[in-house]
């Protein structure tokens, strides 16, 4: 298997996953700063264009960032991060989507429409008008989960999950670019403290770690 990754929360779900399961991959990276993923050799081979891809040996690929995290659970079951019995695989799958949808997918459009403009508006449709509604809803986003962390220590429960990955790499994100934690989310602080100081966190920060040039 080969993964390919770059900057942003989407890569870096992948990268602290394969650190918290101990795996070790062969990875490439691609730079979609300089929009590498949206022509070239790499449309060719994937043409939706999107990083995180993991290509199996067979050629076929998987894209979507929690998609391959949940593929190798099934592969490699030891420790598993999106559960171990079906009641818990679904409130960890159950969990991620909505932090997809009142969280990441609004985040980042909010991002793409505003300060991300510049790098985006040639690559995908951006509505700069809807930025500060986006932003609006990734803050609402945030303060439930913050709700959700003040009755329980883990996004899907007592145990860390993918879930918890998934949250801590759009809040990080958020953070980058102008959508912090909101000031009133204490329980949110503490769990990102919490988490921010695992060693898997540490390593996922650098794209590029273990990487030749």
């Known amino acids: 298997m080969k993964l390919y990754q770059s900057v942003g929360p989407n890569p870096r779900v992948v990268l602290f996953y394969l650190a918290e399961k101990g795996l070790e991959i062969d990875r490439a990276f691609v730079d979609i700063r300089a929009g590498e ?9 994937y043409p939706r264009g999107g990083i995180p891809v993991l290509e199996l040996d067979d050629g076929s690929l998987i894209s979507e960032a929690t998609v391959i995290c949940d593929y190798l659970d099934e592969r490699f079951p030891e420790k598993p991060l999106v559960g171990a019995t079906p009641e818990a695989r679904a409130a960890v799958r159950s969990a991620i989507r909505h932090i997809d949808y009142s969280i990441g997918s609004p985040m980042m459009n909010g ?19 809807a930025a500060p509604g986006n932003k609006a809803y990734a803050q609402d986003g945030l303060r439930q989960a913050d709700a959700l962390l003040a009755r329980q220590p ?42 921010a100081a695992m060693p898997s966190a540490i390593a996922s920060a650098d794209p590029k770690h273990g990487l030749a040039e």
């Open 37 to 45: 993923n949206r022509q070239g050799e790499w449309l060719k081979k």
């Open 111 to 129: 991002f793409r429409s505003a300060e991300g403009l510049p790098m985006f508006k040639d690559r995908m449709l951006c509505v700069p008008e």
């Open 154 to 195: 883990f996004v899907a429960g007592d145990s860390f999950t993918l879930a918890d990955i998934a949250l801590f790499c759009w809040v990080e994100f958020g953070a980058m670019v102008g959508q912090p934690i909101p000031d009133d989310a204490a329980h949110l602080k503490a769990w990102r403290d919490k988490v």
